[in-house]
Every structure is written in structure tokens, then in C-alpha cells.
């Protein structure tokens, strides 16, 4: 347990026990006045510790931030019954054992309820306020925490798509150029068709490698540029099959994503005028499908692993379909998933955060509503009894607006926590699940 607690308490038991010996003690003495500390540090350590140790258990296995509701209830139960033992303990210690004015049956009869439940009513409300003013803290720190982790996750996802860009360039770049040196060798014309052919695809990837998603007009229109260079290659070894439904052309892919598959499609495989390389590209069940017939080839040297892991990455961060990949004895095939969103997706992920946050915004205020509502009927009313008990203490009138009120934050309480938004969209929720099963 923390020191500063314990100060605090003896501060308040200090106080409380100056304010009773000099208003309600006759015989000014020193013995006198050590009493009146010793039953004011009794009150303040039994009924603030208890309270502090019943804070401390439910904020480890309920925190405010991760059960709000279950916190809630749970907290005005344990106030409740915590306080009542306690109260009844020290005012038990307080009349029977220590002043002695009562016995054990005559403080459990009716003549010491009133000031049980004086008393209790008292503790109730200072414990309410300090349990209202430990969820207003924790609030503020979970937010800030939010906050920070949110912008962590961000610029981390940021960081790791713009790394998986930043790898096309390079990649594209010296495939090519391996493909055009060998060329050179076997047959200098067709290199230098390839070079016009390659300036203009990579026109293409210089234009679309910073996009998170291109049409499948497009990246289909650069594919058939692409299998034509390697066409120019490898002539009759490789043949393409484009079949993909215009309905999809407006839809949405990961930008070079067939370039990389066709490309391994020729790494992994051997192709020959006997035994020619069937690529064919068609679209399935809202995916685009890059097929070929299987035809490994031995690896000299190990594979580098950029082609299909950048793309499983990068779809990754912009979805939750999943890039599905098929291997048989004849075929390998991968399906990318088609996507109906616009190629501004960060923007639209940012709009549905702010949705977010306003949710959040306004529940948090809902929330600081009702515990300000609190901490206002735990200053207000003891303030009323205060000025009853000294004032008129033969007509006990704070009942009525300690009632009224009570009975108003109550529905306060039940509309933020128990009946609000939340259960109402639960329950829209709830039908339409029902509906759908029918």
C-alpha cells in the first residue's frame, strides 16, 4: 500500500476530531480531545481503508476502462455492503466498547438506527464521490493511453506498407535486367524490343507502386503488356489466357500483384515449344485468379520470396480476405481477393475511425454526466444535513430532496449504464439476427 493514503487519513483524522472537540466537546481537555482523535482515526482508517482495499480489488479484476457496466454495479454493491459492516463495526466499537453508553442488545434495538443510518448514508456518499473522482482519473489515463497506441499503430502500419512498396522498384528492376543481359547473348534484336517494352512497363510501376489499389482495368492492361515482353522472350514456350468479366473491371486489386505472380509463374516453372507454360488469368467468386499448370523447375539458387509475400502483406494491411493459394499436382493457382473499395482506402479507414471516436466521444461524455451528476448529490446533500442538524435539528426535511434527487441519479445511472444506446442497439441487433435466420 502506498504512504500517501495513509497520510491523507491522518490529515482527516485530525481534522474531523478538531471540528467535534471544538464544536461539540464541553470539557476542552487534552485527554478529551486524544479520545476524539482516537474515534475520529478509527472512523477515517476502518471506513477509508475499506473503501481504498474495495477500489484496489475491483479496479485488478474489473477496470473501468475494459467492464464499465459490470464495473458499475459491481462498485454500488460492494459500497453498499462494505460500508454497512463498517459503519456498524466502528459505531458498535464507538458505543458499546469504548464509550460504553450502550449494550450490544440495546445498539442492534431500534434506539440506534437513526444514527446507524445517519451515519451510513454519510460514508455512502463520501465513498461514492471518491470512487466517482478514481474512475474520472482512470478515464483520463486510458484515453491518453488510447490515444498514444492508436498513433503507434498507424505510423507502425504506415512504415511497414511504404517498406512493402519501397520493394517493388528494386524487384521489378532487377528481374528485368537479368532477363534483358540474357537476351543480349541469345538475341540482340528481340533485347532491344525488350527494352522498349520494359521503359514502358516501368512507367507503370514509377506511376502505380505509391497506390494501395489499382482497377483491374488497369492492372489487367498492364499484365498483357508484361506477358507481352516475355512473350518476346520466350515466343511459343508460354502462352496467356486472359478471361476476367467486364462486371469486375471497376473493382479494385493490390497494384502489380499479377506482374509478381506471372513473374514467378516463369521462375518456379520450365517452359518449352514441347511442353509450352499455360498462364491463364480469369476471375472466380469475386477474386482475380492467376492459374498455371505445374511444371517445377530445380532451383539453382534459393528464391527470394518478395513476389507473393509483399502481395499476402499488403492485402493483409487494407483487408481481412485472405490471398488463397491452391497447389495440385497439375496447377498452382493464387486468388486475389477483389475489393469494392476505392483506391483512397486510408481515408475511408480514417472516416470510419472518427465515426469511432465520436461513438466514443459521446458515450464518454454520457458517462462524465452521470459521475458529475454524483459528485454534485455527494457534495449537496451532506451540505444539507449539515445545515439541518445545526439549524432545525427537531425537523428533519433533508430527506425529501436527498430522496428526490437520489431517485432522479438512479435513472440517471440505469439510462447510462443498464438501458441506454447501447442495449437499444443490442436489441436492433438481436432482431435483425432473427430475421436473418428466417
Known sequence: MKRKPIIVLLWVSLGTSLFFFLFFNKEKTIINFLITFALSAMYSFVLGLGNYFINDFLNR????????????????????????????????MNYVVIQKVATASEFFSSKYNTTNWFMLNVTLLISAFLHAKGFMEELKKTSKKEVVEQKLIAKSANAQFESLKNQLDPHFLFNSLNVLSSLIDENPKQAQKFTASMSKI????LEQKDKELVTVEDELEFAKTYCDLLKTRFEDSVDFIFDVRKEDFREFVVPLSLQLLLENCIKHNFATSSKPLMIKIYSENNTLCIENNLQVREQIKESSGIGLANIVQRYALLTKRNVFIEKSEDYFKVKLPILESKPNTVSIKAEDQDKAYERAQKRVKEIKSFYGNLISYCIVIPSLIIINLITSPGNIWFVFPMLGWGIGLAAHGMSVFAIGKNWEEKKIREILEKQNRQ
Not at 65 to 73: A, G, P, Q
Open 61 to 92: 479484476k474489473f477496470p473501468w476502462s475494459e467492464e464499465t457496466r459490470k464495473r458499475s454495479i459491481l462498485t454500488i454493491l460492494f459500497l453498499v455492503v462494505g460500508n454497512f459492516i463498517m459503519v456498524y463495526f466502528c459505531n458498535y
Open 202 to 205: 516501368y512507367r507503370y510501376v
